[in-house]
């Protein structure tokens, strides 16, 4: 992929972001999108290929937007983009649907072979579909030059948690390399202290300012704004044999 | 090597091909090799250091060719390379001997310490012998004053597929990172369908337009054009317990 | 990290050093920094981030130096450097302390939050706090502007071999990707031929001169200048099951 657009676009500065999506994980590849898009400029275009329906009907698309350009197959990689923007489809958790675009947003189906390789295989879209059109964009290609524009795209329901009197009830929404858990539960969420979480039946009393400031499992704050659960030096994930869409309570005082 | 790289030619594009080939297995890193080159410019400098060799008396080897420049051990990484440029040693599958080059092919034995590193080390020529020459060529410095021009290289014989009435037996060369077995069958070695595809005593009936077009264990068109076998969603290699050298048989309508 | 530097710092050349620092491991961070700053130009700004001390009050520090410019946590990462620069720390192997900075070193801690993110998290400083300062240093940002300097960082004891007659006692300083045991005994520090190196009650006569010279366990001065100990085609650290720290005992030729 990176020969083909440095082929396109010989001054681009690629960037690889992530590594560790599970294959075939459309969740985790959207949520990891999610948590790094903003950190990058906004003209960059964001290549992002967690395709298990390559070969498929599913269409390739491109997304131009406030908050960058995303090329990549219309599968729902995008729904965390889209909560920044204020759209979720409101459905059963991580259950898919599709969504209208958010203002200012263009989505164009992609189906100009002109940008595209020669020999579209029907396993390595990425390659041959979303790089070349990734090389274009970034070389300064019209995204209507590549194909026509949808009303919407595909997303999956990004659960939000609920407040109920003295609780929250958020969900486990991916699980990091260090096995941490990482929830949708926000600072604002959070009820008056002191907090008790509750998470597989255990319970951590109070927040850690950080990883290094409790002993076994923890609940802190984390890098991307939102609540986690760790084992300091350890594995969280593993010790509670915990998985995504796990419920995360957190009760405060009344 | 990628500081020793820019150090030398700093405008160098550097791109991490693979970090997958297991180590010392000279016959994925030539595999890999063979999958990707053709995606980057001609004026590409590929360095490929799957090296167990490493300090012993096979040589390193600039190759200057139509299909780009090579920078690497004469330990047959280039096997596949010289396949499609039509030469290729006739011998037992996968078993080395040397071929003599392809027209306006030059391969240069890479002796003169001027654009190595000071010390050279005897395990790591990746970094002080690779590197800095890959440097200088990128650089623009003329391959021959690297060293002596040598007429053959070290490959290992590529296995082909053979043609038996209306079967076609081929072999696997490679098990990719989700543990799809990729063959040497090309869509033009296939007999006609229906078609019956047979590896380790299981039958395969015709072939999957894609990865999840089927339940179980599929057979396909993969993206570097061969033959491969897959399990939907899962993990093939592991499920026959097939090898690199495993023999593939596509039966088709007599 | 990488959108950030370049959003700050767009010409900037990223380079990844490692990935397989084992999480939260200073000790292995520290060797492999040691073992390749020195191959990347002066001007380099080598960002590290081993950080298992994240949101506590560990100082994020810029380090000037006349071998490279360094921003990491201040906690013994750089141990290694600072020996090349002849400061070592006197204490137990691998036990923490601080030391004074070699002459021509600055080390400014990093207060100025004007070169960080605006809102910067309590567990990813290397993405809020380092990676923007090390953009500002390559944009060429004075140091002094960042913080106050201080005379002094942190560092752990790294052992030094003892000789004892026709002896030398090292130890183990790190195991690498390949199982190989990397020690801290040079070419100098040996006694006079004919060797033999002994390490967890296995004897290893004579040194290789590279990987494949040998069956089994052997002996040989690796690519970073020192005596490792490695299995031709095997995993050296699970054959003998040592560990960072193991003695390691050279014999020599009375």
């Known amino acids: 992929m990176k020969g083909v657009i440095l082929s396109i676009a010989p001054d681009a500065a690629i ?10 994980n459309i969740a985790a590849g959207a949520y990891l999108l999610g948590a790094v898009y903003r ?3 906004k003209h960059t275009v964001h290549v992002v290929v967690v395709d298990p329906g390559v070969g498929t009907e599913r ?3 491109a997304v131009k937007s406030p908050l960058g350009t995303f090329v990549c197959p219309d599968n ?12 979720r489809l409101e ?27 020669e020999n579209v295989s029907t396993t390595f879209h990425g390659r041959d579909v979303f790089a070349p059109s990734a090389g274009f964009l970034a070389a300064g290609v019209d995204p209507f030059a590549m194909g026509k524009a949808v009303p919407g795209i595909e997303a999956f329901a990004v659960p939000v948690p609920l ?14 390399h260090f096995g941490n858990l990482l929830t949708n ?4 969420d959070l009820p008056p202290t002191p907090l008790t979480v509750t998470i597989e ?11 290094q400031s409790g002993a076994g499992l923890i609940a802190l704050m984390g890098s991307s704004g939102t609540l986690e659960i760790a084992v300091t030096n350890g594995n969280a994930a593993r010790f509670l044999g915990a998985a995504v869409g796990a419920d995360v309570r957190v009760t405060g005082s009344s």
Chains 1, 2, 3 share one sequence.
Request: proline share 8%.
């Open 91 to 117: 459905a059963d958790p991580f259950s898919h649907g599709r969504v209208p675009l958010p203002e200012n947003w263009t989505a164009i189906h992609l189906t100009n072979e002109r940008y595209w390789l």
């Open 59 to 61: 269409a390739p698309i």
């Open 76 to 87: 729902g990689l995008l729904s965390y983009v889209l909560a920044d923007a204020g759209v």
């Open 163 to 176: 407040r109920r009197g003295r609780e929250v009830i958020g969900q486990v929404l991916h699980i990091d």
């Open 185 to 188: 539960i926000r600072e604002t």
């Open 201 to 211: 039946e255990h319970e951590i009393d109070g927040l850690s300012p950080h990883y």
């Open 39 to 41: 950190y990058f400029a």
């Open 15 to 24: 960037v690889d972001l992530v590594h560790t999506v599970p294959p075939q």
